[in-house]
């Protein structure tokens, strides 16, 4: 992993929201007595199609604050159909179900937060930086051109230092973005990727399973595995995604 995950001011994963609470909060305590607070928070950004068409795109997010994040959360109040504007890490949350299923999911640890009296536009931002855990294999699906990418993104604690474990983050990226990062992306290179947290349920046996991927946008190549400690050149590539 590149020295540069040692340095502070890098946060390996940053997730921005902005949108409107869909339950109502809850506040409860943990097993060790940390205060905390879960959130519902639902996205909605509008986007325009290559042709000309006017869309939206609605997501709902798993959040989680803190102390003393969830206090602030609970003396301002927030209900149901509150607006808020999220600053907060992306993280992996694992959990294993009573019949033995693996289930993985996304959460946001809020870092700050601030209330939005009127919601002009929804926000899904997410810059994820670390390393690319096997060389990416490019698809075709139905004309399409899909990179599924596992990201091994280290993890900070609340004051910010390294806790030595890695989150493992899916990426997706489409199209002409897809084409040009299956030609120069590597295991072991270190990476950062900027997108948004989409959700898609695929249904087997049956059996409705939901998976969270960070669909990029962009990426930048910082070093590649053999040549970490050198000062490597940086490649980037930035492409809109085909919806």
Do not use: C
Request: aromatic share 4%.
């Amino acid at each position: 992993m590149s020295p540069a995950h040692d340095d502070p001011s890098i946060r390996p994963s940053q997730t921005q929201l902005t949108g409107t609470l869909v339950r109502e909060p809850y506040f409860g305590r943990s097993s060790k007595g940390e205060s905390f607070a879960r959130l519902s928070v639902q996205t909605t950004q509008t986007y325009t199609t290559r042709n000309n068409e006017l869309r939206s795109h609605t997501e709902e997010h798993s959040v989680v604050a803190f102390e003393p994040q969830a206090g602030q959360l609970l003396i301002q109040g927030l209900r149901k159909g509150d607006h808020l504007d999220i600053d907060g890490d992306l993280r992996v949350r694992s959990r294993t179900t009573e019949d033995g299923q693996s289930i993985r999911s996304s959460e946001i640890i809020v870092k700050e937060f601030q209330r939005v009296h009127e919601l002009e536009r929804g926000r899904n931002e997410t810059q994820l930086y670390g390393a690319i855990r096997e060389t990416p294999t490019l698809l075709n699906v139905n004309g399409l051109a899909l990179l599924p990418i596992s990201v091994a993104v280290p993890v900070r604690n609340r004051d910010g230092a390294l806790v030595g474990t890695s989150d493992w983050h899916n990426v997706v990226l489409k199209g002409k973005a897809a084409d040009a990062a299956a030609r120069i992306l590597q295991k072991g290179d270190v990476i950062s990727l900027k997108g948004s947290i989409g959700s898609r349920t695929v249904e087997r046996d049956g059996i409705s399973k939901t998976f969270h991927d960070v669909q990029a946008i962009s990426f930048r190549v910082h070093a590649r595995e053999n040549t970490i400690g050198q000062e490597p050149p940086v490649k980037e590539a930035s492409r809109r995604l085909s919806r």
